[in-house]
Protein backbone atom coordinates (compact mmCIF):
# COMPACT_ATOMS: atom_id res chain seq x y z
CA UNK A 1 0.00 0.00 0.00
CA UNK A 2 1.22 3.45 -0.92
CA UNK A 3 -0.83 5.48 0.75
CA UNK A 4 -1.18 7.66 3.48
CA UNK A 5 -0.55 6.19 6.89
CA UNK A 6 -0.85 7.04 10.57
CA UNK A 7 0.34 5.54 13.46
CA UNK A 8 -1.68 4.72 15.84
CA UNK A 9 -5.19 4.48 14.54
CA UNK A 10 -6.64 4.98 17.84
CA UNK A 11 -5.33 6.42 21.25
CA UNK A 12 -7.01 6.57 25.08
CA UNK A 13 -5.34 8.78 27.65
CA UNK A 14 -5.68 10.44 30.28
CA UNK A 15 -6.02 14.66 30.65
CA UNK A 16 -2.31 15.81 31.14
CA UNK A 17 -0.67 12.99 29.43
CA UNK A 18 1.65 13.69 26.25
CA UNK A 19 0.78 12.18 23.20
CA UNK A 20 2.77 11.89 19.61
CA UNK A 21 1.35 10.74 16.47
CA UNK A 22 3.25 9.83 13.41
CA UNK A 23 2.32 10.42 9.40
CA UNK A 24 4.12 8.48 6.86
CA UNK A 25 2.96 10.56 3.43
CA UNK A 26 3.00 9.13 0.21
CA UNK A 27 6.92 9.00 -0.72
CA UNK A 28 7.07 11.45 -3.54
CA UNK A 29 5.16 13.86 -2.30
CA UNK A 30 6.41 16.76 -0.58
CA UNK A 31 3.80 18.59 0.90
CA UNK A 32 2.83 17.33 4.32
CA UNK A 33 -0.37 18.66 6.43
CA UNK A 34 -1.99 18.09 9.69
CA UNK A 35 -5.99 18.62 10.38
CA UNK A 36 -8.16 17.76 13.22
CA UNK A 37 -11.62 16.78 12.71
CA UNK A 38 -14.72 17.19 15.43
CA UNK A 39 -17.68 15.24 14.89
CA UNK A 40 -20.12 16.91 12.72
CA UNK A 41 -17.84 19.25 11.02
CA UNK A 42 -15.52 19.19 8.25
CA UNK A 43 -11.46 18.60 9.25
CA UNK A 44 -9.74 21.87 10.13
CA UNK A 45 -6.09 22.66 8.85
CA UNK A 46 -3.60 22.28 12.03
CA UNK A 47 -0.25 23.20 10.17
CA UNK A 48 1.87 22.18 6.78
CA UNK A 49 5.51 21.14 5.64
CA UNK A 50 7.04 21.67 2.58
CA UNK A 51 10.09 19.23 2.77
CA UNK A 52 10.99 19.72 6.06
CA UNK A 53 9.72 23.64 6.42
CA UNK A 54 7.29 24.57 8.58
CA UNK A 55 5.66 27.20 6.60
CA UNK A 56 2.00 27.83 8.49
CA UNK A 57 0.39 26.94 11.45
CA UNK A 58 -3.16 27.76 12.22
CA UNK A 59 -4.21 29.81 15.64
CA UNK A 60 -6.04 26.33 16.71
CA UNK A 61 -2.59 24.89 17.23
CA UNK A 62 -1.91 25.89 20.70
CA UNK A 63 1.75 26.06 22.44
CA UNK A 64 0.78 22.71 23.63
CA UNK A 65 0.76 21.27 19.98
CA UNK A 66 4.35 21.11 18.34
CA UNK A 67 5.01 19.33 14.17
CA UNK A 68 8.31 18.49 12.54
CA UNK A 69 9.50 16.77 9.69
CA UNK A 70 12.68 16.17 10.31
CA UNK A 71 14.09 14.69 6.81
CA UNK A 72 11.37 15.78 4.80
CA UNK A 73 9.68 12.42 4.96
CA UNK A 74 7.34 11.36 8.03
CA UNK A 75 6.02 14.08 10.69
CA UNK A 76 5.04 13.60 13.88
CA UNK A 77 2.26 15.52 15.72
CA UNK A 78 2.68 16.08 19.80
CA UNK A 79 -0.02 17.21 22.15
CA UNK A 80 1.47 17.94 25.99
CA UNK A 81 -0.60 18.12 28.81
CA UNK A 82 -3.65 16.76 26.85
CA UNK A 83 -6.76 18.36 27.53
CA UNK A 84 -10.57 16.73 27.13
CA UNK A 85 -10.98 19.36 24.07
CA UNK A 86 -8.35 17.91 22.67
CA UNK A 87 -10.81 14.90 21.86
CA UNK A 88 -10.79 14.59 17.71
CA UNK A 89 -9.99 12.70 14.66
CA UNK A 90 -6.34 13.36 13.90
CA UNK A 91 -6.19 13.74 10.02
CA UNK A 92 -2.78 13.97 7.56
CA UNK A 93 -2.48 14.17 4.43
CA UNK A 94 0.16 14.83 1.56
CA UNK A 95 0.14 16.37 -1.69
CA UNK A 96 2.68 17.07 -4.61
CA UNK A 97 3.64 20.58 -4.68
CA UNK A 98 2.44 23.02 -6.31
CA UNK A 99 -1.03 20.43 -6.94
CA UNK A 100 -3.80 21.28 -4.45
CA UNK A 101 -4.94 17.27 -4.53
CA UNK A 102 -4.32 16.45 -1.23
CA UNK A 103 -4.73 12.60 -0.08
CA UNK A 104 -5.61 11.66 3.46
CA UNK A 105 -4.95 8.91 5.53
CA UNK A 106 -7.04 7.13 7.80
CA UNK A 107 -6.27 9.29 10.99
CA UNK A 108 -5.59 8.89 14.75
CA UNK A 109 -8.51 9.03 16.83
CA UNK A 110 -7.77 10.43 19.76
CA UNK A 111 -9.96 10.02 23.02
CA UNK A 112 -9.13 11.90 26.24
CA UNK A 113 -10.40 11.12 29.80
CA UNK B 1 -18.44 31.11 11.13
CA UNK B 2 -17.65 28.27 7.80
CA UNK B 3 -16.42 30.44 5.13
CA UNK B 4 -17.74 26.96 3.06
CA UNK B 5 -21.61 26.26 3.62
CA UNK B 6 -22.60 22.87 2.36
CA UNK B 7 -26.40 21.96 1.66
CA UNK B 8 -28.45 19.84 2.67
CA UNK B 9 -26.70 18.46 5.93
CA UNK B 10 -28.55 15.71 5.74
CA UNK B 11 -30.09 13.80 3.33
CA UNK B 12 -31.48 10.16 3.19
CA UNK B 13 -33.12 8.69 -0.21
CA UNK B 14 -34.76 5.65 -1.70
CA UNK B 15 -31.66 3.48 -4.32
CA UNK B 16 -31.94 4.93 -7.39
CA UNK B 17 -33.04 8.36 -6.64
CA UNK B 18 -31.23 11.58 -8.15
CA UNK B 19 -29.61 14.31 -5.59
CA UNK B 20 -27.96 17.31 -5.28
CA UNK B 21 -25.21 18.39 -2.81
CA UNK B 22 -24.12 22.35 -2.61
CA UNK B 23 -21.00 24.14 -1.35
CA UNK B 24 -21.19 27.54 -1.40
CA UNK B 25 -18.92 30.42 -0.46
CA UNK B 26 -18.71 34.65 -0.76
CA UNK B 27 -14.61 33.53 -1.40
CA UNK B 28 -12.91 32.98 -4.37
CA UNK B 29 -11.13 29.02 -5.15
CA UNK B 30 -8.32 28.58 -6.71
CA UNK B 31 -9.15 24.85 -7.16
CA UNK B 32 -11.94 23.06 -5.15
CA UNK B 33 -11.85 19.15 -3.92
CA UNK B 34 -15.26 16.92 -3.39
CA UNK B 35 -14.43 13.86 -0.67
CA UNK B 36 -16.33 10.97 0.27
CA UNK B 37 -15.61 9.93 4.10
CA UNK B 38 -16.63 6.83 5.92
CA UNK B 39 -17.42 6.73 9.85
CA UNK B 40 -13.56 6.15 11.32
CA UNK B 41 -11.51 6.67 8.02
CA UNK B 42 -10.26 9.57 6.45
CA UNK B 43 -11.70 11.75 3.34
CA UNK B 44 -11.36 9.98 -0.09
CA UNK B 45 -10.55 12.29 -2.68
CA UNK B 46 -13.20 12.35 -5.60
CA UNK B 47 -12.58 14.73 -7.71
CA UNK B 48 -10.84 18.19 -8.24
CA UNK B 49 -12.29 21.29 -10.33
CA UNK B 50 -9.89 24.37 -11.03
CA UNK B 51 -11.48 26.18 -14.08
CA UNK B 52 -14.80 28.06 -13.52
CA UNK B 53 -17.89 26.66 -15.18
CA UNK B 54 -15.74 23.21 -15.57
CA UNK B 55 -17.93 19.93 -15.21
CA UNK B 56 -16.23 16.68 -14.12
CA UNK B 57 -18.12 13.25 -14.45
CA UNK B 58 -17.27 10.10 -12.22
CA UNK B 59 -19.64 7.61 -13.27
CA UNK B 60 -22.86 8.44 -11.86
CA UNK B 61 -21.38 11.76 -10.17
CA UNK B 62 -20.67 14.94 -11.79
CA UNK B 63 -19.39 17.93 -10.66
CA UNK B 64 -19.67 21.39 -11.34
CA UNK B 65 -17.31 24.82 -10.21
CA UNK B 66 -19.46 27.63 -10.65
CA UNK B 67 -18.24 30.36 -13.03
CA UNK B 68 -17.21 32.83 -10.69
CA UNK B 69 -15.22 29.70 -8.64
CA UNK B 70 -17.20 30.55 -5.42
CA UNK B 71 -19.31 27.79 -5.51
CA UNK B 72 -19.89 24.06 -6.57
CA UNK B 73 -22.32 21.37 -6.76
CA UNK B 74 -22.37 17.13 -6.71
CA UNK B 75 -25.06 15.72 -8.36
CA UNK B 76 -25.66 11.92 -8.01
CA UNK B 77 -28.09 9.76 -9.83
CA UNK B 78 -29.73 6.53 -9.61
CA UNK B 79 -28.25 6.71 -5.92
CA UNK B 80 -27.13 3.19 -4.51
CA UNK B 81 -26.51 2.20 -1.09
CA UNK B 82 -23.14 2.02 -1.62
CA UNK B 83 -22.83 6.37 -1.97
CA UNK B 84 -23.66 6.39 1.74
CA UNK B 85 -21.10 8.10 3.62
CA UNK B 86 -20.14 12.05 4.33
CA UNK B 87 -19.46 14.11 1.05
CA UNK B 88 -17.30 16.98 1.75
CA UNK B 89 -16.00 19.92 -0.15
CA UNK B 90 -13.03 21.90 0.20
CA UNK B 91 -11.15 24.95 -1.42
CA UNK B 92 -8.12 26.09 -1.77
CA UNK B 93 -7.75 29.88 -1.87
CA UNK B 94 -3.99 29.53 -3.22
CA UNK B 95 -3.18 27.20 -5.46
CA UNK B 96 -1.40 24.39 -3.38
CA UNK B 97 -2.39 25.63 -0.44
CA UNK B 98 -4.15 24.23 2.98
CA UNK B 99 -7.83 23.03 2.56
CA UNK B 100 -10.97 25.06 3.93
CA UNK B 101 -13.55 22.16 4.51
CA UNK B 102 -17.11 22.53 4.47
CA UNK B 103 -19.21 20.65 7.23
CA UNK B 104 -20.13 17.96 5.34
CA UNK B 105 -23.42 16.60 3.80
CA UNK B 106 -24.47 13.10 5.17
CA UNK B 107 -26.18 10.95 2.75
CA UNK B 108 -28.09 7.81 3.47
CA UNK B 109 -29.33 5.67 0.49
CA UNK B 110 -31.96 3.44 1.56
CA UNK B 111 -32.66 0.17 -0.58
Known amino acids: DTGVSQDPRHKITKRGQNVTFRCDPISEHNRLYWYRQTLGQGPEFLTYFQNEAQLEKSRLLSDRFSAERPKGSFSTLEIQRTEQGDSAMYLC???????????FGPGTRLTVL | TQLLEQSPQFLSIQEGENLTVYCNSS?????LQWYRQEPGEGPVLLVT?????EVKKLKRLTFQFGDARKDSSLHITAAQPGDTGLYLC???????????FGAGTILRVKS
Open chain 2, 27 to 31: SVFSS
Open chain 2, 90 to 100: AGAMEYGNKLV
Open chain 1, 93 to 103: ASSLAPSSEQF
Open chain 2, 49 to 53: VVTGG
